[in-house]
């Protein structure tokens, strides 16, 4: 299981997408991302987040290494502010790390919107279904730091968090982010009755029917029947 270990700010992920260009070398970006992530003080902090925004929102999208692909990350970050994006980015650490998604579905179980979330709650719970594995509370800190730059937790003390009101996202945010789904998936058919991401859990649910429909025919073919709601991405 692919560990977080390493907190991001939705901040270094916008400014680094947005500054970065499809031909260009990896590491003609490394020097600038320090300028970017001038929270971090060690030289070894600051390579490690880098390793693991470039795995995550680059390279995970292409086959190589050596050159960076465009992609649709890095296209909607130059066309968009970073609130829109801020979405599409927590969308990504779902799609990519499995330990995310278990996270998120264990946070749900035991917190209801109006509980303090316990830091040690949660990291017993996850040690309690995952084993007590250093990969397992390396990622559950690290997430909830993530969480709270994301602005969908605020931390309170050490080890508490509360849990913001959710935000609701535009019909735009939501097209964009089932294309981000097909694409993760190396698929152009998604079925919304099976459809499975827990992104939407940190949201104010999405009518994902309606959304397919106004977005039929120019995004995507929209097929709806009794036992099916299928999108066909062009």
Known sequence: MLGYDRPLKP???YKSLKLVEAGKKPAEYYDTYNEIAVELTGKDGRRKTRTV???TFIFSFQEK???IENNLLIKLSKQHDLEYMKPLYMAKFMLDYEILAHFTKVFFQIF???QTISTKAITAKMVEQFGDLEIIKRSTRAFLKTLNDF???EKVSQDSFHQLPKQELINEQVRDIL???AICNHTKQVNLKSFDIPLFTWYKAPDLDRIAQ???PLDWEYINGADRSII???
């Open 65 to 67: 290494q050596t050159i």
């Open 11 to 13: 901040e270094w992920i």
């Open 151 to 153: 602005n969908l937790i």
């Open 232 to 234: 066909m991405i062009k």
């Open 112 to 114: 209801d919107s109006s």
């Open 214 to 216: 106004k977005f039929h």
């Open 179 to 181: 294309n981000l789904y």
């Open 53 to 55: 925004l470039f795995r």
